[in-house]
């Protein structure tokens, strides 16, 4: 099977190793990312041996040591930097420790516990908050940035280069070109709100406050080399701003994210209504429709949630309780959009012969999570009232 991987000189003797993943289709085996994704590792070449920083995802451990080869003989690297141990940058850490046999794992204490568990990583050395690792002339200090996206996650600097390596943080989905100065900023910003909300949501908090530490502990990079997507060399402070406008949660005036799943058109057609009446008053309407023909992504409709200035989601009764799927969206908006807890969400719940059943489950789902306006509107079978303008401009006003 082929492999799309690139071996590209980032600035003087730090290299970008990236493999194209277009293969997966659901990353962590839950989001839909027709668009794929791309991990990204770096090599340093110094006189006294190279450093690597993460690796790549095990099926692409082969091609991994090729792109290697390209450099260097993988017997030469001296010390192996994990920034974070998820298995889409370290899944070759087996392989790695079979052909650089002389290279010392560094890494947060918790990266050192799980390469140990997971792949028998016995040479590790811990890199403390602060901490710098010194090789070649070359010295590269490590910030740790907890949550971002796990306890272990750490970024590097190196130092005198103004080079900032930070794996997950500053990632994205999709399979752009190689740096920010070819890729198209517009479709590279949906991605990074993609990529965030669904990876990082339910720690979106940590980012604002991963990015002010960073910034105090080793200054404005000029390059930023992340786990995911572009190296931002041409205008780091982008993806900067981009992190911390998708994680302030300013909603986009007027939008609407409207979802529903409808088994045999009823929630549909009341959905349909609904739209209407939001677009006659000025609202601009994003539509997902779930029924027995489609399933829109759900990664999609929480990266247009997490902008929205109101949801509004249909559902039918199922066993007195709402359809599973919108079940798992609603479980999925409560664990991924936390720092949206003051969104307006309107559930239109239609029943069958048991009124109020769907309401308090979707009560719990996101009251008891601190959603704070989630109005429920019960209606039998297909009796939706006329308009829904009253319970909107109540809910809005709470
Ligand atoms: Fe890209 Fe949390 O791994």
């Known amino acids: 099977v082929d492999v799309n991987f690139h071996v590209e000189r980032v600035l003087g003797n730090l290299f970008l190793l990236r493999v194209d993943d277009a293969r997966v289709r659901f990353f962590e085996a839950l989001w839909e990312i027709p668009e794929g994704v791309t991990y990204n590792a770096y090599l340093l070449t110094t006189e ?97 940035t907890p949550w971002l996206h796990w306890p272990d996650s750490i970024v590097t600097s190196i130092e005198g280069e103004g080079v900032l390596l930070t794996c997950d943080v500053f990632g994205s989905y999709s399979i752009p070109p190689l740096f920010d100065d070819q890729a198209d900023l517009a479709k590279l910003s949906r991605s990074i709100r993609k990529y965030i909300i669904t990876v990082i949501g339910h720690y979106i908090d940590w980012i604002p406050k991963g990015i002010e530490k960073v910034s105090k502990a080793v200054g404005r990079p000029r390059i930023i080399a992340p786990g995911h997507g572009v190296v931002y060399r041409s205008n780091p402070q982008w993806v900067v701003e981009e992190y911390l406008r998708v994680a302030s949660g300013q909603p986009v005036k007027g939008k609407v994210v409207l979802t529903g799943l409808t088994m045999y058109g009823n929630v549909g057609k009341a959905m349909e209504t609904v739209r209407e009446e939001m677009e006659a008053n000025g609202w601009r309407a994003v539509y997902y429709g779930f029924n027995d023909k489609e399933r829109p992504p759900i990664s999609e409709v929480l990266t247009d949630a997490s902008d929205a200035e109101l949801l509004i989601i249909g559902t039918p009764v199922y066993e007195a309780q709402p359809h599973p799927i919108i079940d798992h969206l609603i479980k999925l908006i409560a664990a991924k959009l936390p720092h949206r807890k003051s969104m307006p969400i309107l559930i239109l719940a239609s029943y069958g012969w048991s009124p109020g059943a769907t309401g308090k489950h979707v009560s719990e789902l996101l009251i008891k999570q601190g959603f704070s306006r989630v109005m429920i509107i019960d209606f039998e079978g297909a009796q939706l009232k006329p308009s829904i303008e009253d ?8």
């Open 391 to 398: 319970e909107l401009q109540a809910l809005i006003a709470r």
């Open 48 to 144: 006294e041996g190279a450093v690597l920083f993460d690796g790549w995802k095990q099926e692409f451990s082969d091609a991994f040591v090729e792109a290697l080869q390209r450099l260097i003989d993988p017997r030469d690297i001296r010390a192996v930097v994990t920034h974070h141990t998820e298995p889409d940058h370290s899944g070759t850490t087996g392989k790695l420790a079979e052909v650089a046999p002389r290279a010392l794992f560094v890494g947060h204490p918790i990266a050192g516990r799980i390469l140990r568990s997971h792949f028998g990583v016995e040479r590790f050395k811990p890199l403390m908050d602060g901490e710098a690792l010194e090789l070649g002339g070359y010295r590269i200090r490590a910030v740790h």
